[in-house]
């Protein structure tokens, strides 16, 4: 069964830092990855998708990586600011559709 | 822009009722999702859609059911609402198999008394 961890569950640091949130799930054979924001009491927003094949997608600020071989996907969020305050999810997409969700890293950046 | 619309943002109903939760998208998906989000426990798929009248139960499908009768439109239904299925309820659609990402809608907050 596919189990998706995130590390640290909360994440505190200053505005302008470069920070980087884990992700990492046990079963390699997955379709894809996305990371998602939500904010209290919001649904989520999808903030990229990385396919099996790629590496890496970037957009703006954020640049996520996967590396399927060790089960590992990291969000990179540069100069970061208050504005990015919110909790990031990280999901794996099984059997074509259906996700597996990790509890999520709450994110606040302090000004 | 995709825009995945809940009809509540918070509901609260009695125990025993029967609820309907309603969810409507506008970019001609085929795929649509009902989760649950729970303190300590995350995301958990209910159930899902690939096609209209077509439904496959999720990782907790127990207590609920769902229907599709048009594409843009998956209702979850709890037959008979117990306490333990507070929670907030989040409903998502997308398109492809599955190398598309998924649309969230704002979710509704359903509270059982």
């Known amino acids: 069964k596919q189990e998706v961890t995130q590390i640290p569950a909360a994440l505190s640091v200053p505005e302008g830092e470069n920070l980087v949130l884990n992700c990492s799930f046990t079963?390699?054979?997955?379709?894809?990855l996305q990371w998602f924001r939500q904010d209290p009491g919001k649904g989520l927003t999808s903030l990229l998708l990385?396919?099996?094949?790629?590496r890496e997608q970037t957009s703006g600020r954020l640049n996520a990586s996967l590396d399927k071989s060790s089960g590992r996907s990291t969000l990179y969020i540069a100069a970061s600011q208050p504005g990015d305050s919110a909790t990031y999810l990280c999901?794996?997409?099984?059997?074509?559709?259906?996700?597996?969700f990790g509890s999520g890293t709450q994110l606040t950046v302090l000004p | 822009d995709v825009k995945v619309t809940q009809s509540s943002r918070y509901l609260v109903k009695r125990t025993g009722e029967k609820v309907f939760l309603e969810c409507v998208q506008d970019m001609d998906h085929e795929n649509m999702f009902w989760y649950r989000q729970d303190p300590g426990l995350g995301l958990r798929l209910i159930y899902f859609s690939y096609d209209v009248k077509m439904k496959e139960k999720g990782d907790i499908p127990e207590g609920y059911s769902v229907s599709r009768e048009k594409k843009e439109r998956f209702s979850l239904i709890l037959e008979s609402a117990s306490t333990n299925q507070t929670s907030m309820y989040l409903c998502?659609?997308?398109?492809?198999?599955?190398?598309?990402?998924?649309?969230f809608g704002d979710g509704t907050r359903l509270s059982i008394l």
């Open positions: 990385i396919q099996s094949s790629q």
């Open positions: 999901a794996v997409t099984r059997g074509g559709r259906q996700l597996t």
């Open positions: 998502a659609s997308s398109t492809g198999g599955g190398n598309q990402p998924q649309h």
């Open positions: 079963d390699s054979a997955i379709y894809n």
